[in-house]
């Protein structure tokens, strides 16, 4: 997860995402396929209690939590 974070944090610093972001952009940009799954997981608000990294904006669309 860490690693994943900062790249995520660095894509955003560098635009090569946007502040705010859908899991498929995050996919293309970091060469993953799960981001679909991590990002709802470490939202605000999340059911698990996993650490709080996204603030989700609307339905499928995300920003970083700063």
């Not at 899991?23 to 608000?45: Q, S, Y």
Request: positive net charge; glycine residues 6%.
């Amino acid at each position: 997860m860490r690693k994943t974070i900062q790249l995520i944090h660095e894509a955003v610093r560098n635009s090569r995402l946007p502040p705010e972001f859908t899991p498929a952009m995050v996919n293309r940009v970091l060469k993953i396929d799960w981001a679909g799954t991590f990002l709802p997981k470490h939202r605000e608000c999340n059911p698990g209690g996993y650490t709080v990294l996204f603030v989700r904006t609307a339905l499928g669309r995300y920003r970083l939590k700063i």
